[in-house]
């Protein structure tokens, strides 16, 4: 072994890897940490970059060649040495994925740091191994390992997962005796898409009769909401918005025996974890564990799915509040449009209770109709006043980057939906965005990568997307690679002759300096949805 350690070839192979690995680890390391620290996210993502960056694909190609005659030793001009190509290589794939990132700096936290000892061990580990068995062949050893980092970078956050849980317990544990010390109820919100805003719908409308805090931004996993709970809850607490949401099968049933509600909701089921749980049936199982030991659940009856889950609940013991926003539906709470079915039109109408007559309410096009009546729906089940909860649906909070209309300099309205990344929210934002533009007598102008998480239906939905902004007559700025080809032909399904076109941009910032250019000071830019740049 260390005569095949300090064979030239193999000795300069190992140097060079040395250099090599820097970059590699830079990026996969990043791309764990922008992804959860999820196993088997790292690969997904490489494979992803391999399929949408074309010159990736090639250079992986001429390395696994070069790697080849490397393996075989006696390959002219270089020989052995053919390794170095390989290494020089892998240094710059995934062309375009930046080692310390533009959206989110790679940060070097402590986890980072016991991941990236078990990633060097990994490594070498496996380097050691080859070079044992190529015999000498060996100087293809680390070009192999390199050329193996992202599965190799999900094996070591697969061996680190549980020791990084027994690592945090302590801070889970703190938050548990927190909770118990303050006696604060906690009301537990998941759903496929609208948990933010439907969280800050309810601690608005909680706050009208208890103290409540509301777990910040989307701090929604185990960790996230320990700290929000070690962080905010003070004496007097009485009610804990917790906003809870998954990255794998489980994680819902966990979060619940941590932090145990007291009222638990579901706002919709929809697509947006296909990615991971493949099939909607299996989201259904997932988000409805929420509901297990909550004595009070609260849930919308317009999807026949979440209907049945409530007489499940019923059939078990549990006090349940339904929801509709459809008119005729026996319901606790309904909330409707006006007859002319205008979604901005005033007044809505809301029922707070079975047998109470409907009050008109002011709710404007804030919300999704779905997640304002969630909310309602969790304010009657705490107890909240009917007059209360109706009076405080006027001035609903917003959610940062979601729905949020701006004015430009230019005089050009900007629609920011940059949050919004699910196939309804996307249409919808859409229609208001055009029926904007149509009233201003501007152009329609949309950014957007498109959608992702969507799994198996991601194409199909990305161009139904692009198809519907075709439709509009609206300008499409396609950002990326992820989805532009989908999008695009999407586009060009629907747009007719008087449609201002689509076009590929590589950046975010490229497409905005266009956008605003073709808005003008009468149209509407719409922002829909945006990528972290681990994204091809």
């Given amino acids: 072994m260390i005569e095949l350690l ?11 890897a040395l250099v090599a690995a820097v970059p590699i680890a830079a990026r996969w390391l990043r791309v764990a940490q922008r992804e959860h620290y999820v196993p088997g996210s790292v690969s997904r993502m490489a494979w992803l970059w391999v399929m949408r960056e074309p010159f990736t694909a090639v250079i992986l190609v001429l390395v696994i060649g070069a790697t080849y005659a490397a393996v075989l030793s006696g ?25 310390r990132g533009r959206s989110a700096k790679f940060a070097i936290t402590a986890r980072v740091k016991r991941l990236m000892v078990c990633w060097i061990s990994l490594h070498v580990g496996v380097t050691v191994v080859l070079v044992w068995v190529l015999g000498y062949g060996a100087a293809a050893a680390p070009a192999l390992v390199l050329l193996l980092s992202a599965p190799l970078t999900d094996l070591a956050l697969a061996i680190m997962a549980p020791i990084e849980k027994a690592a945090s317990q302590r801070f889970v544990t703190q938050a548990q005796k927190r909770l118990q010390q303050t006696g604060a109820r906690v009301v537990a919100i998941t759903g496929s898409y609208g948990k933010t805003s439907t969280k800050n719908y309810v601690a608005h409308l909680l706050s009208a009769s208890f103290t409540t805090v509301a ?27 917790a906003e809870m949401g998954m990255a794998a099968p ?11 509600p007291s009222i638990a909701a579901i706002t919709v089921i929809g697509e947006g974890h296909l990615q991971r749980m493949r099939t909607t049936e299996a989201i259904l199982r997932e988000k409805s564990s929420i ?30 509040v ?63 006043p009917a007059a209360a909860i109706a009076a405080r649906l006027g001035d609903l909070p917003g959610s940062q980057h979601r729905a949020e209309v701006q004015q430009a300099p230019t005089g050009a309205l900007v629609i920011d939906d940059t949050y919004n990344a699910n196939p309804v929210g996307s249409l919808r934002a859409l229609e208001g965005a055009a029926s904007l533009a149509a009233e201003r007598g501007g152009t329609l102008v949309v950014v957007t990568p498109g959608m992702v998480e969507l799994g198996p239906v991601q194409a199909e939905r990305n161009r139904a997307f692009g198809a519907a902004i075709g439709a509009a007559d609206g300008l499409l700025f396609a950002v990326a690679r992820t989805n532009r080809a989908a999008l695009l032909a999407g586009y060009a399904s629907t747009a007719t002759s008087e449609a201002p076109g689509a076009m590929a941009v590589t950046t975010r910032e490229q497409a905005v300096r266009r956008a605003v250019e073709a808005a003008g000071d009468r149209g509407v830019i719409l922002y829909e949805n945006d990528l972290p740049d681990h994204y091809p």
């Fill in 250 to 260: 489980g994680q819902i049933a966990q979060l619940c025996r941590q932090f145990p």
């Fill in 291 to 320: 509901t297990e030991h909550a004595p009070i659940v609260v849930l919308p009856i317009d999807d026949p799915r979440l209907a049945e889950l409530a007489d499940r609940c019923r059939a078990a013991g549990k006090t349940v």
């Fill in 6 to 16: 300090l064979y030239p070839p193999t000795l300069v192979s190992l140097v060079v």
């Fill in 215 to 241: 777990s910040p931004a989307s701090f929604n996993n185990r960790l996230g909401l320990a700290r929000a709970v070690n962080d905010k809850l003070v004496p007097g607490t009485e009610m804990f918005v």
């Fill in 322 to 384: 339904t929801t509709t926003c459809q008119a005729g539906v026996d319901a606790d709470v309904a909330l409707t449009p006006p007859a002319d079915g205008a979604p901005d039109a005033e007044p809505w109408l809301i029922r707070l209770g079975t047998g109470a007559e409907p009050v008109p309410v002011s709710i404007g096009s804030t919300g999704h109709a779905v997640n304002v009546a969630v909310a309602a729906g969790i304010a009657v089940a705490a107890g909240v």
């Fill in 75 to 99: 390959v002219p001009p270089l020989g052995p040495y053919w390794s170095l190509v390989s290494l020089l290589l892998l240094a710059l794939v995934p062309l375009g994925l930046p080692v």
